[in-house]
Structure formats: structure tokens, C-alpha cells
Nanobody, 124 residues
Framework: QLELVESGGGLVQPGDSLRLSCVSS????????MGWFRRTPGEDREFVAV????????DYADSVRGRFTISRDNAKHAVYLQMDSLKPEDTGVYYC?????????????????WGQGTQVTVSS
């Protein structure tokens, strides 16, 4: 089975909210940062958000800053992405991933154990 499993995607209207969850099925992933990426068909995965091991430090892509909030619950081996004020351009498949080290990374090369993704569609 997948090491990371995303859920919570769906079809929503612009301005709506979604909360994505990512749960580890094998490992706590509590020692490294966790990230969220998204992909539009035909496009490369782009960075969305990252959170530190403790959850105290977070960073976001400029396109989602102020609208998305990443969080984690290490006891549940889970990371979340609260998405508010969704826009059509937020549409895509969202993936969570575990960092390969304790350092923050904003590229796919910095992560391993990717989830399969959950579809988010923002449309009128």
C-alpha cells in the first residue's frame, strides 16, 4: 500500500474551502518536513506548502499564501492542507510528500514517499 494517502479533494465552487489530509500508512514521518504539491495535467508538479517537523514553521507558494494553511499532527502521522478562498487556478491533483532531510525543500527532488494524490477541482 501507499506510504502516504491523500484525501479530501473534491469539486467546489470558487471561494469555497477544502481540507486535504495526508496520512502515513507505514511511518510516522514526524522527523522531517512535509510538503504539499499540485499538478495540472501536462504540467510539472509545483510546490504549494511545506511544514517543519514540529509544525512551528511553515512556508507557502506565493500563489496560495494567505489562503492555504498547512498543518500536521505527528501523533496521527498526518499532514493537512486547509484551502480557503479557492480559485479555479487551484485546480489540480494535490500530493503530499515527506522530505528527504530535515531541511526545507521547494522542489520535488527534496521529497520522497509521495502519495497518490487527490483531485481538487474549482469550477463554476
Amino acid at each position: 500500500q501507499l506510504e502516504l494517502v491523500e484525501s479530501g479533494g473534491g469539486l467546489v465552487q470558487p471561494g469555497d474551502s477544502l481540507r486535504l489530509s495526508c496520512v502515513s500508512s507505514r511511518r510516522a514521518y514526524s522527523v522531517n518536513p512535509m510538503g504539499w504539491f499540485r499538478r495540472t495535467p501536462g504540467e510539472d508538479r509545483e510546490f504549494v506548502a511545506v511544514i517543519s517537523r514540529s509544525g512551528a514553521v511553515r512556508d507557502y507558494a506565493d500563489s496560495v499564501r494567505g489562503r492555504f494553511t498547512i498543518s500536521r499532527d505527528n501523533a496521527k502521522h498526518a499532514v493537512y492542507l486547509q484551502m480557503d478562498s479557492l480559485k479555479p487556478e487551484d485546480t489540480g491533483v494535490y500530493y503530499c510528500a515527506a522530505g528527504t532531510s530535515s531541511d526545507f525543500s521547494y522542489t520535488v527532488e527534496g521529497y520522497t514517499d509521495w502519495g497518490q494524490g487527490t483531485q481538487v477541482t474549482v469550477s463554476s
